[in-house]
């Protein structure tokens, strides 16, 4: 007599190895089993590594199939060493100028089939010090890093062994050059100076410096306050230090603000270098609501060439820095300390240029 089987049950197949179970994604002990082999040898076929016959080989496969087992991209990655994924810890996301460069390392990662984990720290020392450390676990392979608080000496100092590339300022290292962990910026210095002698070209000659941050030798407003300085003195002016104005943000609220302050005397001066794009767009909402129009009784300079300036009215001379050149170089340098070919650490300076427009123009 025959062995009874129930009418629309089939037996015999590997997706019985399953059967009776909650649903849920086959794992490798599902498809070790179905197949009859140890998961070692599973995993052997699935990443192509150990020694595995021909015909075991074809039935793993074959179940593999059956059963639609996806091997654990992470679990791999993770047992091979790298992640395939970066972060780029920047101070503030919704800064424009970060929102860009974000975008820029993102393209630059994927060029190089690299994914990016963004990480804001609002210049908090406690998250910028976790960022230097390495964020503490192994979910990423390196890091791009743009401090705000620590110095660049500080996280040379926390640093573990996580790949790290650093942006930003780096003032002079009384040690002569010594360089500990690879960084890309700009010449903040030149630039302010390039962007101070453009006012004086254009036959300004009562100058305001508008970001200044003293007592923070690490953050931008400090190189570009040394340029403005070295370019007023060269042309044998007065760097008058009632009209280097503070900025406890750089937004364009602080700049309005600022702006506001000084309207009593705003016509002991004909031009501004601002130490960034917002605090430059802050000025000129203040300037117009008030009155003062721009370039014909002050000029105006920004920095970082954000899209807003580009639609501001009048649109905004700025400072361009090219981004893309600066992600491409931390990717680069940072991919390579990943992959095990760092060389010795590099302090690359990458291109700017200053964009005239109608905020400082000629004759405008």
């Known amino acids: ?18 059967a009776g179970r909650a649903r849920r994604p086959p794992g490798i002990k599902d498809v070790a089993a179905a197949a009859g082999v140890s998961w070692k040898t599973v995993s052997n076929v699935v990443n192509g590594t150990g020694r595995v016959g021909p015909a075991t080989r ?38 424009s ?12 990662a994927a060029a190089r089939d690299y994914r990016v984990f963004i990480e804001e720290t609002r210049g908090h020392r406690e998250a910028e010090e976790a960022v230097a450390r390495g ?68 036959g300004r000659r009562r100058l305001a410096f508008l970001g200044a941050e003293p007592g923070l030798p690490e953050r931008s407003g400090a190189p570009r306050l040394r340029g403005f300085t070295e370019a007023l003195r060269e042309a044998g002016l007065p760097v008058r230090d009632e009209w280097v104005l503070p900025a406890p943000l750089y937004t364009r609220a602080a700049g309005a603000r600022v702006v506001e302050d000084v309207l009593a005397r705003i016509g002991e001066v004909d031009g501004i270098l601002c130490g960034n794009d917002l605090l430059a767009l802050g000025a000129l909402h203040a300037l117009r609501t008030n009155g003062v129009r721009v370039p014909q009784d002050v000029a ?54 200053l964009l005239v427009r109608e905020s400082s123009r000629p004759g405008g």
């Open 300 to 353: 105006v300079v920004g920095w970082d060439n954000t899209e807003d300036g580009r639609f501001a009215n009048p649109t905004l001379t700025t400072v361009a820095p090219d981004v893309r050149a600066i992600a491409e170089h931390a990717v680069e340098r940072l991919v390579a300390q990943v992959e095990g070919r760092p060389g010795e650490p590099m302090d690359a300076v990458v291109p700017h240029r």
């Open 97 to 108: 100028y970060f929102s860009t460069l974000a975008h820029a390392v993102i393209e630059a």
């Open 135 to 202: 964020f503490d676990v192994r979910l990423i392979d390196g890091i791009v890093f743009s401090p705000l608080e620590l110095s660049l000496s500080d996280v040379d100092g926390l640093r573990g062994t996580t790949p790290m590339v650093l942006l930003g300022e780096r003032p002079a290292d009384p040690r002569a050059g010594v360089v500990h962990t690879d960084h890309v910026s700009i010449d903040n210095v030149r630039a302010a100076r390039e962007a101070t002698c453009h006012l004086l070209e254009s």
């Open 1 to 18: 007599m025959g062995e009874r089987q129930d009418e629309g049950v089939t037996t015999g197949g590997p997706a019985d190895a399953l």
């Open 58 to 95: 074809e039935r793993v496969e074959r179940v593999i199939t059956e059963l639609g087992y996806r091997p654990s991209l992470a679990g791999r990655q993770l047992r091979q060493g790298r992640t395939k994924i970066l972060a780029l810890a920047v101070p503030e996301i919704d800064s």
